[in-house]
Structure formats: structure tokens, C-alpha cells
Nanobody
Framework: QVQLVESGGGLVQAGGSRRLSCAAS????????VGWFRQTPGKEREFVAA??????TSLADSVKGRFTISRDTNNIVWLQTTSLTPEDTGAYYC???????????????????WGQGTQITVSS
């Protein structure tokens, strides 16, 4: 069992940045691919970014060049967001998937463990 806790959300002006963290307990995140998803009311939860066990990353087209995902040795995965726009507003969730070493899945169904989410609100 993996417990995930996100933090770092908040209210930010357009053009600003937030650094989100996904901290794990129970098991080490190095054994899992980790993804970030976001959701706004009335919409499906959408893929944002993922990082494989090998450290390779995958980003949604809408965030390429603005967001980066990374992991450190302290069982934390980071999502650095920059140049935020109101369209980036939403609840951001991290999730863990037991995949192949180089896998960085984009489908929600590939992820078994989910955090409770952290909200980013971008004002114009």
C-alpha cells in the first residue's frame, strides 16, 4: 500500500509559478512510475505529466515547456509549474503505478494509488 500526499497548491496570478510535491509513505516511490493529473469541475481528470522509474518523463502537450516533473531521493516527486494561465486552474493529483522500468503511463486506469489532490487557482 502506498499513501500519497500532495502539497504546494494555492492561488497564483497568471504568469506565476507553483511547485507541487507528492510525498509517499508506506513504500518507496522509486518502485513506481508517478503521474500528475488535474481536474476541474465538470471535466474528466486529465493527464499532466509522468516520470518513470528510470527517470524519463512524459508531458501533456498543453504543459510542455512550462511544467517539469522530477523525483528526488527523499521519496518525493515534484511538479514545477511555470507561466501559469487560468486554464491551468484545477485540482492536481499525483498517482503511482507499478509499471515497467521505463514506463510513464498517461492513462488514469494504469495508476493504482492516488493522493487527495491540491488545488491551483490561477487568476487573470
Amino acid at each position: 500500500q502506498v499513501q500519497l500526499v500532495e502539497s504546494g497548491g494555492g492561488l497564483v496570478q497568471a504568469g506565476g509559478s507553483r511547485r507541487l510535491s507528492c510525498a509517499a509513505s508506506g513504500r518507496t516511490l522509486s518502485n513506481y512510475a508517478v503521474g500528475w493529473f488535474r481536474q476541474t469541475p465538470g471535466k474528466e481528470r486529465e493527464f499532466v505529466a509522468a516520470i518513470s522509474r528510470a527517470g524519463t518523463t512524459s508531458l501533456a502537450d498543453s504543459v510542455k515547456g512550462r511544467f517539469t516533473i522530477s523525483r528526488d531521493t527523499n521519496n518525493i516527486v515534484w511538479l514545477q509549474t511555470t507561466s501559469l494561465t487560468p486554464e491551468d486552474t484545477g485540482a492536481y493529483y499525483c498517482a503511482a503505478a507499478a509499471t515497467t522500468y521505463n514506463g510513464s503511463p498517461r492513462r488514469r486506469s494504469d495508476y493504482k494509488y492516488w493522493g487527495q489532490g491540491t488545488q491551483i487557482t490561477v487568476s487573470s
